[in-house]
């Protein structure tokens, strides 16, 4: 099973030696996602018990699969005198291997507490390896975001554990839930609601996020955007199926907030002026969609929902990928310097246009078919969301076309040298990242829950 090939990769990995760690991690996680893939396709080896301490269904193997795939090309995208540290690897597959653990286990506290160790080696990456001295600040913004936010969910658990005696996502999913009044009830789910939409994060709750993603090194900014961001969307799945009853009554609001928060981060990304900066905003509104289901409660909203945050995962993980290699190009992230590289790289830019035209869900992408699902349960839950989402698709085109040009056209800097040789590492990274986005449309089925 991929959980133990993972296991026997970090222990490899620790006890390697200096030169042989990135081989070692790579060749395991390779491994892994070979037997996570197979387990995709293939009937469950492990089937869901109210004994069993891990789950695996529709909802967790596409995001096991997903930690896997983004764990090898992030190792593979650092530059090499970051990943032969040991130190680096090493917090890799210590963060690559409770990802994995809290995209499978069945206990809600034990989820609680992957979530929240996560935060540990994400804020090592930022503190070690980031660029500038405002990682201090940026860290501190994600730490005390993440906890404020995660305190009433914690406060929430132990009371549904000694109120059920039992903290299993499977008794929760047979709606054996058991509160003493709609109050707490309503109660309980809203304190959820505040620590998955926080990791999300949703507009208005979203400031630690461009502050982490531009002072993070490349893997760092991966590791959140592709995996650590659906946390609180694989939470929201997991909570959310079993109570769709109090959808109607709780969520109106943050569907209305989240709406407008698309439309409002896409303003602010046609603003700006840093290109790390640019790529994080629109996270928040492609994550932002995520709502969507949460309110329309549908099976088809659901299946749009999981093909999201799969393909936003590959996606925006690419394109942090991409600016890390203009980044080492030109040392700037200002579009007023990097700019004009049609000339200095024809055959990266045209990667770079592949995925700014999957981020604007262009066809055939699996973002495509992730959208039209999420807009048809907008639709059927709501009609009145549709000038809205017509608008949010279309601001979305508009800075994605904004990105690319700005980035490709226009005269070559001074700074950037006219000899600039492309590693071929990154055509590799930019394969396995495109790789995902266009096949996976030829088997929707894996996203039908």
Request: positive net charge; aromatic residues 12%; glycine residues 8%.
């Amino acid at each position: 099973m991929s959980f133990s090939v993972m296991v026997m990769g970090v222990v490899g990995v620790v006890v390697a030696q200096k030169k042989f760690v990135p081989s070692i991690f790579v060749n395991a996680m390779l491994v892994g996602s070979f037997f996570s893939i197979l387990d995709l396709f293939l009937p469950s080896l492990m089937e869901v018990s109210p004994s069993s301490v891990f789950t695996s269904d529709g909802v967790s193997k596409p995001l096991v699969v997903l930690s896997f795939w983004i764990s090898v090309v992030m190792v593979q995208a650092t530059p090499f005198g970051v990943k032969s540290s040991k130190k680096f690897t090493v917090t890799v597959a210590v963060l690559t291997t409770i990802l994995i653990l809290c995209f499978s286990v069945d206990s809600s506290l034990l989820f609680f507490i992957l979530f929240e160790a996560s935060l540990i080696p994400t804020l090592m990456m930022i503190m070690v390896w980031g660029y500038q001295p405002e990682r201090v600040q940026a860290s501190m913004y994600m730490l005390m975001y993440t906890l404020v936010g995660s305190m009433p969910l914690l406060g929430c658990l132990i009371f549904f554990h000694r109120l059920n005696f039992h903290s299993s996502f499977f008794f929760m999913m047979t709606k054996r839930v058991i509160f003493s009044s709609d109050l707490v009830l309503s109660t309980w789910w809203l304190a959820c609601l505040v620590a998955f939409l926080v990791k999300m994060p949703m507009y208005m709750a979203h400031l630690w996020l461009p502050k982490a993603h531009v002072e993070a090194p490349v893997a760092g900014s991966m590791v959140l955007a592709g995996l650590l961001l659906k946390l609180g969307g694989y939470g929201l799945l997991r909570v959310g199926l079993p109570l769709l009853k109090l959808n109607s009554s709780v969520l109106p609001g943050l569907f209305s907030v989240s709406l407008w928060g698309g439309v409002v981060t896409g303003m602010i990304c046609l603003r700006q002026s840093d290109m790390k900066s640019l790529i994080a905003y629109s996270s928040i509104g492609h994550m932002g969609l995520l709502i969507v289901w949460v309110v329309s409660s549908l099976s088809l909203g659901l299946g749009g929902a999981l093909a999201l945050m799969v393909s936003h995962g590959v996606c925006s993980s690419a394109m942090f990928a991409l600016a890390n290699n203009w980044y080492g190009a030109t040392n700037s992230r200002s579009f007023m310097v990097t700019k004009g590289l049609l000339v200095v790289s024809p055959s990266l830019i045209l990667m770079w246009f592949f995925f700014n035209s999957v981020n604007m869900s262009a066809p055939p992408s699996i973002n495509l078919l992730s959208e039209i699902m999420l807009v048809s349960s907008a639709i059927f839950s709501s009609i009145s969301s549709g000038p809205v989402l017509a608008v949010v698709a279309f601001i979305v085109g508009a800075y994605s076309l904004f990105l690319y040009s700005q980035v490709s056209h226009g005269s070559v800097s001074s700074q950037i040298s006219a000899f600039h040789s492309v590693k071929e590492v990154v055509y590799g990274v930019g394969g396995f990242h495109l790789g995902p986005l266009f096949l996976l449309i030829l088997v929707p089925k894996i996203f039908i829950i």
